[in-house]
């Protein structure tokens, strides 16, 4: 009679068996974990690249807007030459108009006489003005209405040159670029730290370049070309030079 066994020994398994040794899950893990920051890395820098896209299109937008709001003749509020300690200061009151006497001046709605402009003193970003006192450029809050200020800082994005004729300039406290549309056309001019941009020969200069950069992509820049002449106002990618 045949004896039954009461108990079954697994067969050991043979090194040619399937399964994954530590150091091939370490690999894996390690491939991984590369081409998860890759990914990310790429996306990062989608984002930037978008960021300073949408800057030099906004930039572009606001020169059109200093020009549209200038051949419409769009109006403002600012104290008028009788308020001595407020003159030209935006005011929503002829309180805040106040004169020398302590009498109140005037609040007035009127149109720039000088029309609207940009202005970009720093690489951090520039000022849409209305020219209320006619000079042509942004004289301070004490002198002219400040429309929009834009600052670039929180997106990583700066002002980094820009080009009148074949000079090509930093913008700062030192060195400030006004763009101005001088009313009823919107006729453009450029000011150089408060005059006329002139070549050699004493001519208006007709090009102006900007550039726009991203603190983190420097191979790329948007660049903003505005032409004195036909007043046409273009951007587009380029190179990071002038």
Same mark, same amino acid.
């Given at each position: 009679?045949?004896?039954?066994?009461?108990?079954?020994?697994?067969?050991?398994?043979?090194?040619?068996?399937?399964?994954?040794?530590?150091?091939?899950?370490?690999?894996?893990?390690?491939?991984?974990?590369?081409?998860?920051?890759?990914?990310?890395?790429?996306?990062?820098?989608?984002?930037?690249?978008?960021?300073?896209?949408?800057?030099?299109?906004?930039?572009?937008?606001?020169?059109?807007?200093?020009?549209?709001?200038?051949?419409?003749?769009?109006? !403002?509020?600012?104290?008028?030459?009788?308020?001595?300690?407020?003159?030209?200061?935006?005011?929503?009151?002829?309180?805040?108009?106040? !004169?020398?006497?302590?009498?109140?001046?005037?609040?007035?709605?009127?149109?720039?006489?000088?029309?609207?402009?940009?202005?970009?003193?720093?690489?951090?970003?520039? !000022?849409?003005?209305?020219?209320?006192?006619?000079?042509?450029?942004?004289?301070?809050?004490?002198?002219?209405?400040?429309?929009?200020?834009?600052?670039?800082?929180?997106?990583?994005?700066?002002?980094?040159?820009?080009?009148?004729?074949?000079?090509?300039? !930093?913008?700062?406290?030192?060195?400030?670029?006004?763009?101005?549309?001088?009313?009823?056309?919107?006729?453009?001019?450029?000011?150089?730290?408060?005059?006329?941009?002139?070549?050699?020969?004493?001519?208006?200069?007709?090009?102006?370049?900007?550039?726009?950069?991203?603190?983190?992509?420097?191979?790329?820049?948007?660049?903003?070309?505005?032409?004195?002449?036909?007043?046409?106002?273009?951007?587009?990618?380029?190179?990071?030079?002038?």
């Amino acid at each position: 009679m045949r004896t039954q066994r009461l108990f079954h020994f697994k067969k050991p398994c043979h090194a040619d068996e399937s399964g994954f040794t530590l150091a091939e899950l370490l690999v894996v893990l390690a491939m991984i974990s590369l081409l998860t920051t890759l990914v990310m890395v790429n996306f990062h820098r989608g984002e930037q690249s978008n960021d300073l896209r949408q800057a030099g299109t906004q930039l572009q937008q606001r020169f059109r807007l200093a020009q549209t709001y200038t051949i419409g003749g769009n109006s !403002i509020f600012f104290c008028r030459a009788n308020s001595t300690a407020h003159e030209f200061d935006p005011c929503n009151s002829s309180e805040y108009c106040k !004169i020398d006497s302590g009498a109140n001046g005037e609040c007035r709605q009127s149109v720039p006489v000088g029309g609207y402009g940009v202005r970009m003193a720093s690489t951090e970003g520039y !000022i849409v003005f209305g020219d209320t006192d006619g000079n042509g450029v942004y004289d301070g809050s004490a002198e002219n209405y400040s429309v929009i200020e834009e600052n670039l800082t929180p997106l990583g994005i700066h002002l980094a040159q820009f080009a009148l004729g074949n000079d090509a300039y !930093i913008p700062s406290a030192a060195v400030t670029l006004d763009v101005t549309f001088e009313p009823p056309e919107g006729r453009v001019r450029f000011f150089l730290n408060g005059s006329e941009a002139r070549d050699a020969s004493d001519q208006p200069i007709n090009l102006l370049e900007i550039l726009v950069q991203s603190d983190y992509v420097s191979s790329v820049c948007r660049k903003v070309v505005i032409n004195r002449i036909s007043g046409q106002i273009s951007e587009s990618m380029g190179e990071c030079s002038l």
